[in-house]
């Protein structure tokens, strides 16, 4: 898609020129009169709803009324996303998942506004935020220097953690495991002892919903799977690019999960059974040790604890690695490719931003994050706290939130107390475990590719990154040896392109943080 920059130029420079309204009508007002914006928000499961309780209050604040124009035609929001694009005809914010990639591509050649003067000059919250966190800023611009959406931003460090089953561990006379070596000990005790007591040999000693979060105990023998919150993602060490998949102690991790699978301590369906697993092997008393989400896994705590006697799946603290290391992969994000982005389209581009910016001010963050004072939460000690039917509905407190318009991913900052009020204390305790040590890893907070950059990436790494997991399965589950297979393996990827795309990560990474 091409659009003339000479429009828009002449659109922007009129735009930036026009005298901002008063906040006659209230602190949050950006308008003197009611101003109609179309919207395309399409986030996998539902698009923006003109009727959320919450774009009702935001337009009574602000004066700015969103109209949806997204279809659920398709789930898929990268599709949503180019069936709009190819169209031609963009409303006047574009927002929803996976944001990013696609306005650092479209905008630079006219398609979205470039944000940077109209946040220095009308979003006071908005740049007081980047000010803040000059990281989050450069890892959003394009790679002409722009930066052409507003993320939304999560809060909080921790997102998951190693679970064990104390219960077992008291009745075998076991502690949780320190290191890799007692980590090996304590599973094979749960699949030889019979900690759950029906005489049967069916204990699950380790076991993930995602199959990746087993890949990741490689982290154990100090290999690498991800440098972000997604899966088989680059890493940055010392500011310099590289991916686990390459590296020699991935190797040696995969030869021990391929041993630990081979010995029956990884669940013999781990790429099979699905995120259904835990749910299963927990109800059923089988499931022995995880990694997983905090928040979500404590709650079988509660939801187990008349179901299965004794139940105690709590936190550990992540092994200490062969070399002595004890790290945790993953970590929330600081931002994400969600938000929203303003379309060359949009013939109140001040306006826009300022809405924008309400969702970084106190009442505009209350507003995203717990949704209506007096509705769902109440100002305790000036601080927002959900009201007791919400922490106590059988609807969980996040679903909710979506469908009043919460917790949307628009462009704002999640408070991670909307979290906190609806974790049960062994969550908040496994969490308060992993702060007392200094387990996370730095993150990538991944790039901008220009378009020779994303030429060689989208060339390549799709087809090298298959071809790794597929060999990365092949290995554990033993049809294939990785010892055997590790020179050819080298080869073929390098063949593939694998230098390549690294090399153009690493100059996207150095044009975004080295000289930020």
Do not use: C
Request: aromatic share 12%; hydrophobic share 35%; charged share 25%.
């Amino acid at each position: 898609m091409n659009v003339k920059i000479t429009a828009l130029s002449t659109l922007i420079a009129a735009t930036l020129a026009a005298p901002a309204f008063a906040a006659e009508d209230g602190a949050y007002k950006v308008a003197d009169k009611p101003i109609k914006l179309d919207i395309h928000l399409h986030q996998k499961k539902f698009v923006y709803n003109n009727d959320w309780p919450v774009e009702k209050e935001a337009a009574r604040l602000t004066n700015v009324h969103l109209n949806n124009v997204a279809s659920m035609a398709t789930t898929k929001s990268e599709e949503a996303f180019n069936l709009l694009i190819a169209s031609g005809d963009l409303p006047d914010i574009v927002g929803g998942s996976s944001m990013k990639n696609n306005v650092n591509t479209y905008g630079p050649e006219g398609a979205f506004v470039p944000l940077n003067k109209l946040i220095e000059e009308h979003a006071p919250n908005i740049k007081a935020f980047f000010d803040a966190n000059p990281d989050v800023w450069a890892s959003i611009k394009a790679s002409d220097g722009n930066v052409y959406y507003i993320p939304y931003l999560p809060d909080g460090k921790y997102g998951r953690g190693y679970f064990v089953r104390y219960d077992w561990l008291e009745k075998l006379g076991l502690e949780p495991p320190k290191n890799v070596d007692e980590m090996y000990e304590v599973l094979k005790a749960f699949r030889d002892n019979d900690p759950n007591g029906n005489g049967k040999k069916d204990e699950v000693p380790f076991f993930a919903r995602h199959w990746q979060e087993m890949v990741r105990l490689v982290t154990l023998w100090d290999g690498r799977t991800s440098g972000s919150d997604v899966f088989h993602d680059f890493h940055v060490i010392d500011g310099q690019i590289k991916h686990g998949y390459a590296q020699e102690n991935y190797k040696v991790g995969i030869q021990n999960l391929a041993k630990w699978y081979q010995e029956g301590l990884i669940d013999a369906e781990v790429f099979t059974r699905g995120s259904r697993s835990r749910e299963y092997l927990l109800s059923a008393d089988l499931g022995g040790m995880t990694h997983d989400w905090f928040a979500s896994t404590s709650g079988y705590n509660d939801s187990l604890a008349d179901k299965v006697e004794g139940f105690q799946f709590k936190a550990f603290a992540p092994p200490a690695s062969i070399s002595g290391k004890r790290v945790e992969e993953h970590r929330r994000a600081k931002v994400k490719p969600d938000g929203w982005a303003i379309s060359y389209t949009n013939e109140h581009p001040i306006e826009t931003i300022k809405y924008f910016d309400f969702w970084f001010t106190q009442e505009g963050k209350r507003l995203a994050n717990f949704g209506i004072q007096g509705e769902h939460y109440e100002l305790v000690d000036g601080k927002p706290v959900f009201k007791k039917e919400i922490l106590e509905a059988d609807t969980p407190v996040n679903a909710q939130m979506w469908a009043i318009g919460a917790q949307v991913q628009r462009g704002f900052p999640m408070d991670y107390q909307n979290e906190v009020q609806w974790s049960n204390k062994y969550a908040l305790e496994g969490i308060a475990l992993y702060d007392q040590g200094d387990y996370l890893l730095e993150p990538f907070m991944g790039v901008s590719l220009n378009t020779k950059e994303k030429d060689i990436y989208d060339k390549h790494w799709v087809t090298i990154r298959d071809y790794m997991v597929e060999m990365q399965q092949a290995w554990i589950l033993g049809s294939r040896d990785i010892e055997k297979d590790w020179p050819n393996y080298q080869k073929s990827i390098e063949r593939m392109g694998y230098k390549k795309v690294v090399s153009a990560m690493q100059a996207a990474y150095d044009r975004a943080y080295k000289t930020n």
